[in-house]
C-alpha cells in the first residue's frame, strides 16, 4: 500500500495505467509461424494463493479452475497444457486459426486480476514470384500489369524500382492489397527493374521482373562534316533514341545505298559525293522509322585553307546541314 502510493505520486503521469494491473502481466504480442507451439507465459502474476484462474481464446474459456484442479475445453486437451506455477500457458501444432485473444483472470482471495495478449499464428511466406508481361511493350501504346504472389500468409506487398519506393501517379495504379501494378500507358522511363517484397510478422520474402519499354526512333541526327575536299575520306555517323537499337539505311540523291550500319563511309571522295544523304533508322519491334539528313559539298582540293582544316571543325555538326524527318522518307 505504502509502495503503491509512492509509485503512483512519484509517477503520477506517465505511470498511471502501468501501476493499474501490474500484478498480473502478459506480453505484449506474439507471432509464430503454423505448426510450431507457443508457451504463453505471463512477465508477473499475483503472489499465490490463487483461488482460481481462467486462460481465454477470444470468449472461449480454454481452461479454468482452481491451480489444483483445471479442467481444459474437450477440443483442447490434447494440445494445451498449463505450468501452475507460472500460470504459463503451452498451445501444440498451431493453426492460423488460433489467431486471436488470449486472456488470462487470476483470482486470489483479496482481487481479481486480468490481461491480454494477442498471439498472431501465420504461414511463412516462400516461393515469391513477381509476373509481368510476356509480349512486347512499346511506349504510349501497351499497359503493363505487375503481379506479386507466394504461398504463406500475406501481410502486405511493398514495390520497389531500380532500389527505389514507387509510388502511384497518373499513370501508375496499385490494386487495393497492394499485390499488383498496373502502369497505362508505359513509357520509356518506366523500363528498369521491379522489386516486390511480401511479409507477415515473423518472414518476408522478395522477387524482381525486368521490364522493358520499346520506343524510338526518335531524333534522328547525323554527325559528319558539311564540306569535304576532293579526295579526302567522308565518314556521316547517324545516331537516334531507340529500344531496341534501330537498324539504318542510307539513301543519297534519292537511291538507297547499300550501307546498313549506323556509319557511312566514302574512302576518297569525288564531286559526285555531293549532296543530300539521308539516314533511315527503324525499329524492328515499334515498327517506327524515323529518318534525318545532311548536306555535303565536296570541294576543290587545297580550296578549304590547306591541311589547317581542323578535323575538329570537320566533324563539328552543322545545324545547317542536317535536318530530321519522323516517319517519312522525303
Ligand atoms: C513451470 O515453469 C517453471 C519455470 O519455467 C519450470 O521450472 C517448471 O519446471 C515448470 N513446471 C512444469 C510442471 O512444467
Ligand atoms: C497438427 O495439426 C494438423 C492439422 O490440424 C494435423 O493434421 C496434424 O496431425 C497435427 N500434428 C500433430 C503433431 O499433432
Ligand atoms: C498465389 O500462389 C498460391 C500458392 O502458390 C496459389 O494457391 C494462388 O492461386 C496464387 N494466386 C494467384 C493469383 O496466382
Ligand atoms: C499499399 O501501399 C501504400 C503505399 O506504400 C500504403 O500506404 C497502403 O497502406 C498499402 N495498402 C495495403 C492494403 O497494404
Ligand atoms: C545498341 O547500341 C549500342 C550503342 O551503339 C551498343 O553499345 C549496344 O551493344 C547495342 N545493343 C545491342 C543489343 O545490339
Ligand atoms: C539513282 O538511281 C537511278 C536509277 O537506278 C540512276 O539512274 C541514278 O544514276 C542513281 N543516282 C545516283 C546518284 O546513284
Ligand atoms: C548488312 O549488309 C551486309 C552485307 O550486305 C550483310 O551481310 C548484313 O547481314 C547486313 N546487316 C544487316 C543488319 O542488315
Ligand atoms: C519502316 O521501314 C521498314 C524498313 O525500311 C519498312 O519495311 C516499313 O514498312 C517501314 N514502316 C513504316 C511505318 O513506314
Request: glycine residues 6%; aromatic residues 6%; proline residues 5%.
Amino acid at each position: 500500500m505504502d509502495f503503491h502510493a509512492v509509485c503512483c505520486s512519484l509517477l503520477l503521469l506517465s505511470c498511471t495505467g502501468v501501476c493499474f494491473g501490474q500484478e498480473l502481466l502478459l506480453p505484449e504480442r506474439i507471432n509464430k509461424p503454423v505448426g510450431e507451439n507457443v508457451v504463453i507465459t505471463p512477465i508477473r502474476i499475483p503472489d499465490p494463493p490463487h483461488e482460481f484462474i481462467r486462460w481465454k481464446f477470444n470468449e472461449i474459456s480454454i481452461l479454468s479452475g482452481p491451480p489444483s484442479g483445471i479442467t481444459i475445453l474437450p477440443q483442447y486437451t490434447d494440445r494445451v497444457s498449463l505450468n501452475t506455477t507460472t500460470l504459463a500457458l503451452e498451445l501444440r501444432n498451431l493453426t492460423e486459426s488460433d489467431t486471436g485473444p488470449y486472456s488470462l483472470t487470476v483470482n486470489t482471495p483479496t482481487d481479481r486480476y486480468s490481461d491480454v495478449t494477442s498471439l498472431q499464428v501465420v504461414e511463412i511466406i516462400f516461393g515469391a514470384a513477381l509476373t509481368g508481361p510476356t509480349d512486347d511493350l512499346i511506349e504510349d501504346v501497351s499497359s503493363a500489369t505487375l503481379s506479386c504472389n507466394a504461398s504463406g500468409t500475406i501481410y502486405s506487398a511493398e514495390w520497389m524500382k531500380d532500389n527505389q519506393k514507387l509510388s502511384a501517379s497518373d499513370s501508375i495504379t496499385f490494386s487495393n492489397d497492394n499485390r499488383s501494378v498496373m502502369i497505362s500507358p508505359v513509357r520509356r522511363r518506366d523500363s528498369g527493374e521491379y522489386q516486390c517484397t511480401l511479409s507477415n510478422p515473423i518472414s518476408s520474402e522478395s522477387a524482381t521482373y525486368r521490364m522493358t519499354v520499346n520506343f524510338g526512333p526518335d531524333n534522328v541526327i547525323i554527325d559528319g562534316p558539311v564540306e569535304v575536299e576532293e579526295g579526302n575520306k567522308l565518314t556521316l555517323s547517324c545516331r537516334t533514341e531507340s529500344t531496341p537499337n534501330a537498324s539504318y539505311k542510307w539513301m543519297f540523291k534519292g537511291n538507297l545505298t547499300e550501307e546498313n550500319t549506323s556509319v557511312f563511309t566514302v574512302e576518297q571522295t569525288t564531286f559526285m559525293h555531293t549532296g543530300i544523304y539521308i539516314c533511315m533508322a527503324s525499329n524492328p519491334v515499334t515498327g517506327r522509322n524515323a529518318s534525318g539528313s545532311h548536306d555535303l559539298v565536296v570541294k576543290e582540293k587545297g580550296s578549304m585553307g590547306g591541311s589547317g582544316g581542323s578535323l575538329q571543325k570537320m566533324i563539328k555538326r552543322s545545324s545547317r546541314g542536317n535536318k530530321q524527318n519522323r516517319d517519312s522518307y522525303i
